[in-house]
């Protein structure tokens, strides 16, 4: 039916999400202004963490309607 509801992707501290061709993009915080990008299938639910440079914050994450395209930015974590 119509409300039938199926969860692809649950993780603590989701902050944003982003739907691109077969792949969930998630942002999720770690703690401490950090955050963590995950890529879901949505195929088969595998989950591939995407190594970031230093640590910091993901704002802004979208997606592209056609292809495979991620866009967020990205602000470093600074360290007094």
Do not use: C, K, Y
Request: a negative charge.
């Amino acid at each position: 039916t119509g409300s039938d509801r199926v969860v692809v992707f649950e993780a603590p501290g989701i902050e944003s999400f982003a739907v691109t061709g077969q792949v969930l993009a998630v942002s999720s915080s770690a703690g401490e202004g950090i955050s963590r990008l995950q890529l879901v299938s949505l195929h088969d639910g595998a989950v591939e963490d995407i190594r970031l440079p230093p640590p910091g914050q993901i704002t802004g994450l979208a997606a592209s309607d056609t292809g495979a395209v991620l866009g967020f930015t990205f602000t470093p974590q600074v360290r007094g």
